[in-house]
C-alpha cells in the first residue's frame, strides 16, 4: 500500500513570492493535516482538513492556507513568503486518529 | 484542554543500555496517546499508539510505553538501544473526536553512544 506522498521534495523560493505544496493521502483515507517544522521551534500544527472542510487550524497567520479536493489529495499554500517560513512542511493523512506522515517538503526562502 | 510536555530535550544513552524517553500529558478528557519517531531528514514514522485498551503498549522496534493515569504520564522505553535508536522522538495527545485537537510535544532527540 502506498504511503503519503508529498510534492515537491525541495522548493526555493524568494521572500515574497507564493508557494504551492501538495499531498496525497493514503488511499481510504479522509483527513489531511498539515504542520510546520522550523529549525528550533518544533513541529507546529498548521490545518485539518476532513471530507473537503477545514476542521481546524493552528495558529498562522491567513497567508497560510489550504484546500482539500474531492480525491482527499490537498495543497497547502503560503503568500507573500517571509524568511521565517523556511522549513520542512509535514503532510500526514489519517482514517481515525492515527497519522501517517509523508517524507515533507523542505521549503528555503531566500 | 490538552497539553503534552517531553521533559528531556535531549537524551543519551550507550549503546546496549535501556532507554526512557519521558512524556506528561494533560487532558480534559480521556485522550489517545501515540509516539512518533523521526529519523533525520525523513518524516515521522509511529512508534506506538495507546487508545483505552491495554495500559502497557508494545510499539516497533522493541519499544513501549505504559500509560500511567494517576501520573499522567506515558513515558517510552527501550530495554537495550541500538545506535539506529538515534533520532526524535515525539510524544502526541489526540482528542480529535472531541475538540478537534491534536497536541505534539517539542521532541526528544535521542543519543546513542558507541
Known amino acids: 500500500e502506498a504511503g503519503v506522498t508529498q510534492s515537491p521534495t525541495h522548493l526555493i523560493k524568494t521572500r515574497g513570492q507564493q508557494a504551492t505544496l501538495r499531498c496525497s493521502p493514503i488511499s481510504g483515507h479522509t483527513s489531511v493535516y498539515w504542520y510546520q517544522q522550523a529549525l528550533g521551534l518544533g513541529l507546529q500544527f498548521l490545518l485539518w482538513y476532513d471530507e473537503g472542510e477545514e476542521r481546524n487550524r493552528g495558529n498562522f497567520p491567513p497567508r497560510f492556507s489550504g484546500r482539500q479536493f474531492p480525491n482527499y489529495s490537498s495543497e497547502l499554500n503560503v503568500n507573500a513568503l517571509e524568511l521565517e517560513d523556511s522549513a520542512l512542511y509535514l503532510c500526514?493523512?489519517?482514517?481515525?486518529?492515527?497519522?501517517?506522515f509523508g517524507p515533507g517538503t523542505r521549503l528555503l526562502v531566500l | 484542554a490538552q497539553s503534552v510536555t517531553q521533559l528531556d530535550s535531549h537524551v543519551s544513552v550507550s549503546e546496549g543500555t535501556p532507554v526512557l524517553l519521558r512524556c506528561n500529558y494533560s487532558s480534559s478528557y480521556s485522550p489517545s496517546l501515540f509516539w512518533y519517531v523521526q529519523h533525520p531528514n525523513k518524516g515521522l514514522q509511529l512508534l506506538l499508539k495507546y487508545t483505552s485498551a491495554a495500559t502497557l503498549v508494545k510499539g516497533i522496534n522493541g519499544f513501549e510505553a505504559e500509560f500511567k493515569k494517576s501520573e499522567t504520564s506515558f513515558h517510552l522505553t527501550k530495554p537495550s538501544a541500538h545506535m539506529s535508536d538515534a533520532a526524535e522522538y515525539f510524544c502526541?495527545?489526540?482528542?480529535?473526536?472531541?475538540?478537534?485537537?491534536?497536541?505534539f510535544g517539542k521532541g526528544t532527540r535521542l543519543h546513542i553512544l558507541p
Open positions: 502526541v495527545v489526540s482528542a480529535l473526536n472531541r475538540d478537534d485537537k491534536i497536541i
Open positions: 500526514a493523512s489519517s482514517l481515525a486518529e492515527t497519522q501517517y
